[in-house]
């Protein structure tokens, strides 16, 4: 997005990308870490579950997709405990994810503030349209903001409900979504089920896109 918004090259985004990644992978050790969905639980029971695990270790919630819809990460043993808690304060469903990395818990940090290092050097411009950060569910603003941002959402919580309701209480009327599958055209048609939605995926689907 920041890219299309011409804040910054697309070949400085990919390497930017990349590092992500790999400060990502090795911030916490293989098997270590973990990720789990709580679907059918309000925001604050999620929270005090994860809260309820922290003798554990770490346990956070770090994607709030949608109403009923929450990921939780940090250390296995703790997220192990958040899902069991999830569940007795009746969580419709509470399943690990088969992934190791806890992306975007406070066990991220070190990447992130690795990352910095990289994004400070990086040549960053005032989005020319409006970017916002899922993170903080607002606007990018100019270029340091930027480079705060993007290294802080490596250890933040995605905040997509509050981002899509940002979007929709700045004026959009319909949202796009581009790429392979449809997860958040999804997402945001539990967030908002009169907001009309489009995912282009192939010719087909982005002629329908344009035809409405």
């Not at 349209?129 to 933040?156: C, E, F, H, K, W």
């Not at 539990?190 to 329908?208: G, H, N, Q, T």
Request: aromatic share 4%.
């Amino acid at each position: 997005a920041l890219v299309c918004a011409g804040a910054v090259d697309f070949r400085d985004a990919v390497r930017i990308v990349r590092l992500r990644a790999e400060l990502m992978q090795a911030a916490v050790p293989a098997g270590a870490g973990a990720m789990a969905a709580i679907l059918g639980l309000a925001d604050e029971d999620v929270v005090a579950a994860c809260s309820a695990a922290s003798s554990a270790g770490v346990a956070e919630p770090v994607n709030f997709n949608s109403p009923g819809q929450v990921v939780i990460a940090g250390d296995i043993a703790a997220v192990n405990r958040a899902i069991e808690n999830a569940k007795e304060r009746g969580a419709r469903r509470a399943i690990l994810l088969p992934v190791s990395v806890p992306s975007h818990s406070s066990l991220m940090r070190g990447a992130g503030l690795a990352l910095a290092e990289t994004l400070s050097a990086t040549l960053f411009r005032t989005p020319d349209i409006t970017v916002v950060s899922a993170s903080m569910a607002a606007p990018y603003g100019n270029a340091d903001d930027i480079r705060r941002q993007l290294s802080r959402q490596v250890y933040s919580a995605v905040r997509w409900t509050g981002a899509v309701a940002t979007m929709t209480a700045a004026g959009a009327t319909r949202f796009v979504e581009c790429g392979p599958g449809k997860v958040l055209a999804g997402l945001i048609r539990r967030i908002d089920k009169s907001m009309p939605v489009f995912a282009i995926e192939d010719d087909d689907s982005l002629v329908k896109a344009m035809a409405c």
